[in-house]
């Protein structure tokens, strides 16, 4: 059974940086997607970004381009979220999701994903 935890959320001043992980355990294939979303409060949930771990694919929404990357650290089985110049619309439940399979899975359709971690709360002051 897959498991993911994210961390590194709180609070910090608009124009600030965030790094969140994702820790996923009982992973089994080196080929895997990661997608992070967020849902903020009275929205539907949406993607972001998401990573293939195979070949370093990466997928970005318009909203974070040039602010957000990704990153993964195999020996740890960890996926890093960047968050750079964040702004009050980055205001959030951050979540990392996880589908087994090939770059071409990595997309913003959530009912795609898998597995799906806890979430964590990532607010930006103005």
């Known amino acids: 059974e897959v498991q993911l935890v994210e961390s590194g959320g709180g609070l910090v001043q608009a124009g600030g940086s965030l790094r969140l992980s994702c820790a996923a355990a009982?992973?089994?294939?080196?080929?895997?997607?990661i997608g992070w979303f967020r849902q903020a409060p009275g929205k539907e949930r949406e993607g972001v970004l998401c990573?293939?771990?195979?070949?370093?694919?990466?997928l970005s929404d318009d909203s974070v381009k040039g602010r957000f990357t990704a990153s993964s650290d195999h020996a740890k089985n960890t996926v890093y979220l960047q968050m750079n110049n964040l702004n009050a619309a980055d205001t959030a439940v951050y979540y990392c999701?996880?589908?087994?399979?090939?770059?071409?899975?990595?997309?913003?359709?959530?009912?795609?994903?898998?597995?799906w971690g806890q979430g964590t709360q990532v607010t930006v002051s103005s």
């Open positions: 999701a996880a589908v087994l399979g090939s770059f071409e899975l990595c997309d913003f359709a959530d009912d795609e994903y898998d597995y």
């Open positions: 990573l293939s771990s195979n070949n370093g694919f990466t």
């Open positions: 009982g992973v089994t294939s080196e080929d895997y997607v």
